[in-house]
C-alpha cells in the first residue's frame, strides 16, 4: 500500500514509532527503520550530545529514514536544533509547545516536519504554519497528554476532516486491528509507542517493561493534570499524587510531590515505587517482550487478515 505518508517519508508501512523519552535510543528507532517502519529517536530526555551520539549511531545502523522528537519545551532547544541540522536529520516530530516557533528554521533546511497535537484548535494551528503532517493523540495515549480528554475514536474522524494535510493517529493503537480501525477513520498512518516501550530494542529499564506485561484494562490513569496531563502506571507515586490530589494540592504541591527526575527514575533506573512510569492504555493488553521488527510483521500480518475478514462483513441495504 502507498499513501501519503508512506511517501512523505519513504517508508514501506505507515507504521510510526512514537519517540519515547528514555525508551526511544538509536537502537529502537534504527530496528524500526529497519523493519520499514519509521523510527524516531526521542530527545527530550537527552542531553545534547547524548542526542548527537544517538543520531550518528542511528545513522550507522540503517540507512532508511528515521526521525527525531523534538518536545518544545526541552530546556536546550538551540541546542538540538543545531544538532539536527548539522547531523542533517530528515525528519523532525514536534511536540507540547507551539509549531510557530520552528517549523519554517526546520523546513528551509528541506527537513520533513510533522506536529504531534491531541485537538482541532491545534491541527488547525499546525497546518498554517506550515508542517506537512500531523500526529492527531487520543486520551488512550501513555505520557504527556491533551486536557480535553478526547478519545482516539472521536478525535482522528474530527481532524482529518478539519486539516488537508495528512494525518496519523496515535492513541491505544499497537495492534493491526487497531492499525486498520484508524485507517478507517481517516487517518493515513498510526504513531505506536507502548507496544515499542516493551521491543527488546527499547531502551526502557527490564523493571519497567516486565511491570507493563503485568497490566491489565485499567492500570493506568492520565494523571496530575493541574501540571501536565501524564498517563502513567498507578504505582506507589501514583498514589502519593492521588491522594496530594484529593488533599486539594496546589499547583505547587504538585511540582513539589513531581520533584525531578521521576520519569528517568521509573523508565530508565528501573525504580517501580517511586518513579514515574509512562505507558499507555493499550498496556493492558501487551503480554510479551519482542524484537520491534516482529512487532511490526504482527501488526502488518493482523491488519490484512482484519481487512479481508471485514471484505466479506458487508451490511444488506
Ligand atoms: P546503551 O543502551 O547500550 O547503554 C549504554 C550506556 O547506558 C552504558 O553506559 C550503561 O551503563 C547505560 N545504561 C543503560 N541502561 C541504563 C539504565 N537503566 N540506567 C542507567 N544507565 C544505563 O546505549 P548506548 O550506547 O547505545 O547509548 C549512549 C548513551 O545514551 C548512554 O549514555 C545512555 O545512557 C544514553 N541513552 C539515553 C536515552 C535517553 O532517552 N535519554 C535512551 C537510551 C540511551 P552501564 O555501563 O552501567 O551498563
Ligand atoms: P524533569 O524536569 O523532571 O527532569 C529533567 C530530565 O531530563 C532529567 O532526567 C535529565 O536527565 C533530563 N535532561 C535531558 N536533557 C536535559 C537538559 N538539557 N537539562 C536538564 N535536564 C535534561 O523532566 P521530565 O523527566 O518530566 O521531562 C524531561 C523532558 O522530556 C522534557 O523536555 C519534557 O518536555 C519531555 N517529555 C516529553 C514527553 C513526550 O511525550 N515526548 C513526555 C514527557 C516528558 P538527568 O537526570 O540525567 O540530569
Redo the contacts with the bound molecule.
Keep these: 500500500m502507498q499513501n501519503r505518508i508512506t511517501s512523505l517519508f519513504g517508508i514501506k508501512y505507515p507504521i510510526i514509532q512514537g519517540g519515547m523519552?528514555?525508551?526511544?535510543?538509536?537502537?529502537l528507532a534504527s530496528a524500526v527503520s529497519n523493519a520499514g517502519g519509521l523510527g524516531i529517536i526521542?530527545a527530550g530526555?537527552?542531553y545534547p550530545e547524548?542526542l548527537k551520539?544517538?543520531i550518528q549511531?542511528c545513522k550507522q545502523a540503517t540507512k532508511k529514514p528515521f526521525g527525531v522528537n523534538l518536545p518544545l519545551l526541552y530546556p536546550d532547544i538551540d541546542k538540538h536544533i543545531a544538532t539536527i541540522l548539522e547531523e542533517k536529520v530528515p525528519i523532525v516530530f514536534t511536540s507540547a509547545g507551539n509549531p510557530g516557533v520552528w517549523t519554517e528554521t526546520l523546513k528551509a533546511a528541506g527537513i520533513i516536519v510533522v506536529h504531534v497535537v491531541s485537538n482541532e484548535k491545534f491541527a488547525l494551528k499546525a497546518e498554517a504554519c506550515g508542517v506537512d503532517a500531523i500526529v492527531a493523540e487520543g486520551f488512550e495515549a501513555g505520557g504527556h497528554n491533551g486536557r480535553e480528554e478526547t478519545t482516539t475514536l472521536v478525535l482522528i474522524p474530527q481532524i482529518t476532516s478539519a486539516v488537508k494535510i495528512p494525518v496519523m493517529a496515535a492513541g491505544g493503537i499497537g495492534t493491526g486491528k487497531t492499525m486498520l480501525a484508524a485507517m478507517v477513520l481517516g487517518a493515513e498512518g498510526v504513531q505506536v509507542g507502548s507496544r515499542f516501550v516493551t521491543s527488546e530494542e527499547s531502551?526502557a529499564?527490564n523493571n519497567f517493561k516486565n511491570m507493563i506485561l503485568q497490566a491489565k484494562e485499567g492500570s493506568t490513569q492520565l494523571s496530575l493534570k493541574q501540571l501536565t496531563p501524564v498517563r502513567m502506571l498507578k504505582n506507589k507515586f501514583w498514589e502519593d499524587v492521588v491522594y496530594a490530589e484529593s488533599n486539594c494540592a496546589s499547583k505547587e504541591d504538585l511540582a513539589t510531590l513531581l520533584g525531578r527526575a521521576r520519569a528517568k527514575k521509573g523508565m530508565?533506573?528501573?525504580d517501580l515505587v517511586e518513579g514515574e512510569l509512562e505507558i499507555g492504555q493499550i498496556s493492558g493488553y501487551i503480554n510479551a517482550i519482542k524484537p520491534a521488527g516482529e512487532i511490526i510483521a504482527e501488526m502488518v500480518n493482523e491488519y490484512n487478515l482484519a481487512l479481508s475478514n471485514l471484505a466479506h462483513k458487508q451490511l444488506e441495504e
Excluded: T
Excluded at 523519552?21 to 537502537?27: A, P
Design positions: 523519552i528514555w525508551c526511544s535510543g538509536w537502537k526521542g530526555s537527552m547524548i551520539e544517538h549511531k531502551s529499564h530508565f533506573e528501573g
